[in-house]
């Protein structure tokens, strides 16, 4: 994780593993977690038609709200997960930007900030040796958002998926990779010396929740409000 090529070079698929171990410690979601194919079913077009939410016609569900809502759910399933309760999810999250959007913007800013500065921390060889399925979802999203405008963002079916569409276009986006690598660096993960850990008999509310909902199927969820990534 010192940036330098030299220490992975022969052992991609280690390094890959090894940052996808980190995305899951940090609960940034990635597409292979997920499984996709049910929401990609049907026509490919702009998804510009209206649904029924709670006696006010809103507008479909598209691809970039599933992956927001994949984003936010580390452990769900599209398999699992109905449209309605990712309409009901969307529906109910802030109108701007939340705060995992914040976080991954700022992350962004941050890294070209050491970029204009001339910090070189990273190679360009190692960045290349990140695969597109590894970097998270909300990164994607970012690099996403910024290609399309606001009024055409919103697509359905399978020629419009994201996840295809970032591994056709990650490698012009380098700076967003960097700066999830930097990211990474400095999650606190990682340090120089040793860690003391130590086994404890304990279970923490939030993971029996989240049992509990994907045990459930994933229904609609009704404990508070969601936190969305995406401008509607």
Partial sequence: MLGNA?????????????????N?????????????????????READQLAMYRG???????????AGFLAVHPDASLSHVSDETIL??????????TSLDFRVAYHILYSKGQDNSGVV????????????????????????????PERSRHYTGPTNDILQWWESNYSDYVAVVRA????????????????????VNKV?????????????????LSTG????????
């Fill in 204 to 220: 923490y509310e939030m993971d029996i929740l989240r049992s509990m909902w994907l045990r459930s199927g994933g229904g609609t």
């Fill in 88 to 97: 009901d999810w969307r529906e109910t999250t802030c109108e701007v930007m």
């Fill in 180 to 199: 999830y690598y930097r990211a990474l660096c400095r999650c606190g993960l990682i340090s120089g010396g040793h860690s003391q850990m130590k086994i």
């Fill in 6 to 22: 030299e220490f992975v070079k022969g052992r991609k698929d280690d390094f890959n593993r090894l940052l996808a171990g980190m």
């Fill in 121 to 148: 921390d990273v190679d360009d060889e190692l960045l290349r040796m990140i695969e597109p399925r590894t970097v998270p979802i909300a990164f994607i999203i970012r690099a996403y958002k910024h290609a399309w």
């Fill in 56 to 66: 006010s016609w809103v507008r479909e569900v598209s691809n970039l709200d599933r």
């Fill in 225 to 232: 409000r969601y936190e969305g990534i995406f401008d509607r």
């Fill in 24 to 44: 899951i410690d940090l609960d940034w979601a990635m597409f292979e977690q997920t499984w996709r194919e049910p929401s990609l079913a049907g026509a490919s």
